[in-house]
């Protein structure tokens, strides 16, 4: 019975840039021919790259980014510890919901440029202004946790959600949201942004 041998440091971070590459590659729907072409390499050497057998020097590193239009940092795989986010109860940032005084504050557990997923918790108090009208690009999903909650959409109506009911809608659909009863909310709100853009660009409306 044949074991196998372990992997070296060295070979797993050859597979990941080699995966990198060949995912540029294909999103940038290029043949290896194409590609090694376009860097000036030969077609049996980025295939060697893309599977982890070789590794690129800073040149080729280089030449590739260029021919695939990125940074060259784009074919550097992150280290897998920095792909995991953990965010304390006693940490994120304050986002209020416009610039006023009493303005409901959200605390944003997942909001960076570098992934189209964004989080924001709001624990809601009566007496705290919510009712802002926001339109922006992207999908957004509300969970509730505790309280009550309207969930006001143009042109779809209002929607109140009880602790456990989920919501969705296009974030481009005018919507804002309500206390009910002067009960406090605990909500939590998802936004996948569109691809394009580097942040989601939010646009409050008044009536």
Do not use: C
Request: proline residues 6%; without cysteine.
């Amino acid at each position: 019975m044949n074991e196998e041998l372990p992997v070296s440091e060295e070979t797993r971070l050859a597979r990941r840039v080699g995966a990198e590459i060949r995912a540029l590659r294909q999103k940038a729907r290029l043949s290896t021919r194409a590609l090694a072409e376009l860097a000036g390499i030969s077609q049996p050497f980025l295939s060697q790259i893309e599977r982890g057998v070789s590794s690129p020097s800073m040149v080729t590193t280089y030449r590739l980014a260029e021919a695939l239009g990125v940074l060259p940092g784009a074919l550097l795989p992150t280290p897998v510890q920095e792909l995991v986010t953990v965010v304390r109860a006693d940490e994120g940032g304050h986002l209020p919901v416009a610039a006023r005084e009493n303005a409901a504050v959200g605390r944003t557990l997942l909001m960076r440029a570098d992934t189209q997923l964004e989080v924001i918790e709001y624990v809601v108090s009566p007496g705290q202004y919510l009712e802002e009208w926001f339109t922006f690009s992207g999908d957004l999903g509300v969970y509730l946790i505790t309280g009550a909650l309207d969930v006001e959409v143009e042109g779809a109506g209002t929607h109140r959600l009880a602790p456990r009911d989920f919501l969705s809608h296009p974030a481009s659909l005018r919507h804002r949201w309500l206390l009910v009863d002067d009960q406090p909310a605990h909500v939590l709100l998802t936004i996948a942004r569109p691809e394009q853009g580097s942040a989601v660009s939010r646009r409050a409306t008044a009536r």
